[in-house]
C-alpha cells in the first residue's frame, strides 16, 4: 500500500469553502484518506508544501488532445502516424499545466485512451467523444470551395468518418461512435468559427435529427451528448433534444438562458478560443475567413458568458486546446474572472462543476475518497488568477497521488 503525506499546504479545495491554512493531506493507493491526519506512521513519503497552495486537479471539459492547428503546407507534408507521436506532447503538455482530466471532443480514440489509462503515454485522464457528427457541409465538414478535403483529423479504424445526414444516417452514425468507445457522443449542431462554408449563427441538423442523436446515446445506450452550439436556434434545438452541455454557447438569449437553469443544462463557454486564435492567427495558419469570424464573435461570447453566470447557468470550464497550443489551458481561468467570476468560482468550475459536467463523481476536491489529484502551486490563485497560466508557478502535479 503506497502512502503519501502532502503536509504544510494552503488548501484550496474547490468547493467554496474557506482556505485551510497549515494543512496536510494524506493519499493511499491513490486516493485521498484524510485530511489533517492525527498520526501518520514511518512508511509515509512525505512532499512539504513549505507553505505554498494546493488545488484539485484541474478538468477542461473541451480539449482536442489528438490535434493542433499548424499551417497548412507543414499539415499536408506530415506522413499520416506523425500526428499519433505529436498527441503524446500535446497530453504530457496538458498535464504539465496542472490539467489532470480532460473530455477530449473530437479526435482521440480509444487507443489514446488506454494508453494512457496504461501509462505508455504519460497524460491527462480522458473521457472521449471519438468523433462529432456534422452534416454536409457543416461544421465538422473539411472540404474546402475548392473541392479539396483537408480533415481536422483523418479518420482511421478507430475514428470513423463524421459525416451523417438524415435521421436514419445520424442513427447509425451514432451507433458506430458508440462502438468505437465513446464516453459521449458529440454533435455539431450550429455552423462554427474555424470551417470555411458556414457560420456560427447557421443552424445545422434539425430538431428530428438531434432528437434520435438523443435517443441513440443517451435513452439506449446511457450516454450523454455534447454539443457545439453557436447560433441562437441551433442552441434552441439542443435544449429541447434534451442535450446534456451546451459547448461555446456564443449566442444566448434570456429564454435559452432560463431553459439551461431549468433543465440543468451545462455551459462550456471556451472564452479562450477566439482570444488564442486571434493572437496567434499567423503561427497558427488559421484562415483569413476563420481569423475574421473569431474577431465578429468576440464580443457576443463575452456577453452571453457574462448573462449566464449572471443568471446562474451551471458553468463548467473548457477551452478548445487544439484549436490552439496545449498546455496554455489555465488562461480561461483568468478571462472567465476578468468577465465576472470570482476566482473561487473560476476554481470551483474547473473542479467540482466540470467533474460534475463530465459525470465523474470520483475527481475534482480533495477530500476522502475522491481520487488524489492535486497541483501544488507558487502562489495563490484567489489573490492572483493570472498566475494559473504561468507554468513557473506550478511546482506539483499529480494524478492518483503519482507525482
Known amino acids: 500500500m503506497s502512502k503519501l503525506l502532502v503536509k504544510n499546504v494552503n488548501l484550496i479545495n474547490g468547493s467554496d469553502e474557506d482556505v485551510l491554512e497549515n494543512t496536510s493531506v494524506l493519499v493511499e493507493d491513490g486516493k485521498f484518506v484524510e485530511v489533517n491526519p492525527k498520526s501518520v506512521d514511518d512508511s509515509v513519503e512525505v512532499l512539504d508544501g513549505e507553505g505554498r497552495y494546493l488545488v484539485p486537479g484541474f478538468i477542461d471539459s473541451h480539449v482536442h488532445l489528438a490535434t493542433e492547428f499548424q499551417p497548412l503546407a507543414e499539415k499536408l507534408a506530415q506522413p499520416?502516424?506523425?500526428?499519433?507521436?505529436?498527441?503524446?506532447?500535446?497530453?504530457?503538455?496538458?498535464?504539465?499545466?496542472?490539467?489532470?482530466?480532460?473530455?477530449?471532443?473530437?479526435?482521440?480514440?480509444l487507443g489514446f485512451k488506454k494508453a494512457v489509462e496504461d501509462e505508455l503515454v504519460v497524460g491527462p485522464r480522458m473521457v472521449i467523444s471519438?468523433?462529432?457528427?456534422?452534416?454536409?457541409?457543416?461544421?465538422?465538414?473539411?472540404?474546402?470551395?475548392?473541392?479539396?478535403?483537408?480533415p481536422l483529423i483523418t479518420p482511421h479504424p478507430g475514428l470513423p468518418s463524421n459525416i451523417a445526414d438524415g435521421v436514419e444516417e445520424v442513427r447509425k452514425k451514432t451507433r458506430e461512435i458508440l462502438r468505437a468507445g465513446a464516453d459521449v457522443?458529440?454533435?455539431?449542431?450550429?455552423?462554427?468559427?474555424?470551417t470555411p462554408t458556414d457560420h456560427p449563427r447557421?443552424?445545422?441538423?434539425?430538431?428530428?435529427?438531434?432528437?434520435?442523436?438523443?435517443?441513440?446515446?443517451?435513452?439506449?445506450?446511457?450516454v450523454k451528448?455534447?454539443?457545439?452550439?453557436?447560433?441562437?436556434?441551433?442552441?434552441?434545438?439542443?435544449?429541447?433534444?434534451?442535450?446534456?452541455?451546451?459547448?461555446?454557447?456564443?449566442?444566448?438569449?434570456?429564454?435559452?438562458?432560463?431553459?439551461?437553469?431549468?433543465?440543468?443544462?451545462?455551459?462550456?463557454?471556451?472564452?479562450?478560443?477566439?482570444?488564442?486564435?486571434?493572437?496567434f492567427a499567423e503561427e497558427l495558419g488559421v484562415s483569413e475567413v476563420g481569423l475574421k469570424k473569431s474577431k465578429e464573435v468576440l464580443d457576443a461570447h463575452v456577453e452571453s458568458f457574462k448573462k449566464?453566470?449572471?443568471?446562474?447557468?451551471?458553468?463548467?470550464?473548457?477551452?478548445?486546446?487544439?484549436?490552439?497550443k496545449h498546455g496554455t489551458n489555465l488562461r480561461e481561468l483568468e478571462l472567465m474572472v476578468e468577465h465576472g467570476m470570482t476566482p473561487m468560482e473560476a476554481i470551483i468550475a474547473s473542479t467540482k462543476t466540470a467533474a460534475e459536467c463530465l459525470e465523474l463523481d470520483n475527481v475534482g476536491q480533495i477530500a476522502p475518497g475522491f481520487l488524489?489529484?492535486?497541483?501544488?502551486?507558487?502562489?495563490?490563485?484567489?489573490?492572483?488568477?493570472?498566475?494559473?497560466?504561468?507554468?513557473?508557478?506550478?511546482?506539483?502535479?499529480?494524478?492518483?497521488?503519482?507525482?
Request: charged fraction near 20%; proline fraction near 2%.
Open 308 to 324: 449566464a453566470h449572471k443568471s446562474g447557468v451551471k458553468i463548467a470550464m473548457g477551452t478548445d486546446a487544439g484549436v490552439f
Open 130 to 150: 471519438v468523433s462529432a457528427l456534422s452534416i454536409t457541409g457543416g461544421h465538422g465538414d473539411s472540404t474546402n470551395y475548392s473541392g479539396i478535403d483537408v
Open 225 to 279: 451528448v455534447m454539443a457545439h452550439a453557436q447560433g441562437e436556434e441551433g442552441i434552441q434545438q439542443c435544449l429541447d433534444a434534451g442535450i446534456h452541455s451546451i459547448e461555446h454557447g456564443i449566442y444566448l438569449t434570456d429564454k435559452i438562458i432560463d431553459q439551461m437553469k431549468e433543465q440543468g443544462t451545462f455551459l462550456v463557454p471556451t472564452l479562450l478560443a477566439p482570444v488564442s486564435v486571434i493572437e
Open 372 to 403: 488524489a489529484d492535486f497541483v501544488l502551486l507558487k502562489e495563490n490563485p484567489l489573490e492572483n488568477i493570472g498566475s494559473l497560466k504561468d507554468n513557473d508557478n506550478i511546482l506539483v502535479v499529480a494524478k492518483e497521488g503519482k507525482v
Open 185 to 194: 457522443i458529440k454533435v455539431m449542431a450550429t455552423g462554427g468559427v474555424s
Open 80 to 109: 499520416f502516424s506523425y500526428n499519433f507521436f505529436k498527441s503524446i506532447e500535446y497530453a504530457r503538455n496538458t498535464i504539465n499545466a496542472g490539467i489532470t482530466t480532460v473530455r477530449d471532443a473530437y479526435g482521440a480514440d
Open 202 to 222: 447557421f443552424t445545422q441538423y434539425s430538431q428530428e435529427e438531434l432528437n434520435v442523436i438523443v435517443e441513440e446515446a443517451r435513452y439506449r445506450n446511457g
